[in-house]
C-alpha cells in the first residue's frame, strides 16, 4: 500500500497545538523510542498510528531528523501572522502591558499546556496598520486561546526566545545597576533573591528556560 506522507517543509507549517499534543507524551519513560516517533509521524504528518508501520525504517529516522531539526530552529521574532485571515500581532510596546496582560503572561508563559493562553496574550488581532507600524485589540483576557492553538510554532518559538533574551537582559542590567549603585556590597543571599524573584515578567524566566531546553534550544 502506498503511504502519503505530509511532511512539513518548515516551522510554518507545523501548528502549536499539534506541539501541544507532541510534548504531552515526549517523556523521559517515551524518550528516544519507537513509540514516540510513530506518534511523532501522526502528530506531525498526518497519518494514522497503525499505518506509520509501514514507513521503512531507514526513512522514519530521516523523516525524524527532520523534524527534530525543524523544531530546534531558531526564528526571529515574527511580529505578524495570520489565522484564518485575521492578523494578529505582537505588542508593539512591552514597556505599557496592562496588570491583566502581566499576571496573564506570568500564569501562562512558563507551560507548554497554556502555551496558547499566552499567545492570545502576545498576539492581537490588528485593528490598524501603516507599513510596518501596527495598533493591537485592547487586551481583553484570553478571548483568542482556541484560536491561537493554530499558530505556527515558528510564531510562537520565536516569541518564546525574544522574550526570553529580553527578561534575560533586563535581569542582567538591573543586577549590574545594583551592583554598581550598593559599591558591589550585594551579599550572595540577595542576589539570589534577586534572581529568583527577577522583575516584572522575569518571573517566568526560569520556566522559559525549560522550554527552550526542550526545544534543543541553546540561548548563547
Not at 499539534?18 to 498526518?46: A, G, P
Not at 498576539?123 to 483568542?144: A, N, T
Not at 499558530?151 to 542590567?173: D, G, R
Request: aromatic share 10%; net charge negative.
Amino acid at each position: 500500500m502506498k503511504l502519503h506522507l505530509n511532511i512539513p517543509d518548515s516551522l510554518y507549517d507545523i501548528t502549536l497545538e499539534q506541539y501541544q499534543k507532541y510534548d504531552k507524551i515526549n517523556t523521559e519513560e517515551n524518550k528516544d523510542s519507537i513509540f514516540l516517533m510513530q506518534k511523532m509521524i501522526e502528530i506531525f504528518c498526518f497519518v494514522e498510528l497503525d499505518l506509520t508501520r509501514s514507513i521503512k525504517y531507514n526513512d522514519l529516522i530521516e523523516i525524524i531528523d527532520h523534524l527534530n531539526n525543524l523544531i530546534s530552529s531558531k526564528p526571529e521574532l515574527i511580529t505578524t501572522f495570520k489565522i484564518d485571515d485575521i492578523q494578529y500581532g505582537f505588542i508593539p510596546d512591552l514597556d505599557n502591558i496592562t496588570l491583566g496582560e502581566y499576571i496573564d503572561l506570568d500564569n501562562y508563559l512558563g507551560s507548554w499546556e497554556n502555551m496558547h493562553k499566552a499567545m492570545s496574550v502576545l498576539y492581537r488581532p490588528v485593528i490598524l496598520k501603516k507599513d510596518e507600524r501596527y495598533v493591537i485589540e485592547d487586551y481583553k483576557g484570553s478571548i483568542y486561546d482556541e484560536k491561537m492553538k493554530k499558530a505556527p510554532l515558528s510564531v510562537v518559538i520565536s516569541s518564546q526566545i525574544f522574550f526570553y533574551n529580553l527578561s534575560n537582559e533586563l535581569l542582567t542590567y538591573t543586577l549590574k545597576y545594583l551592583e554598581k549603585e550598593m559599591g558591589n556590597n550585594l551579599t550572595k543571599e540577595q542576589l539570589n533573591a534577586l534572581e529568583a524573584n527577577g522583575v516584572g515578567i522575569n518571573q517566568s524566566l526560569h520556566s522559559l528556560q525549560e522550554i527552550l531546553k526542550d526545544l534543543n534550544i541553546s540561548q548563547n
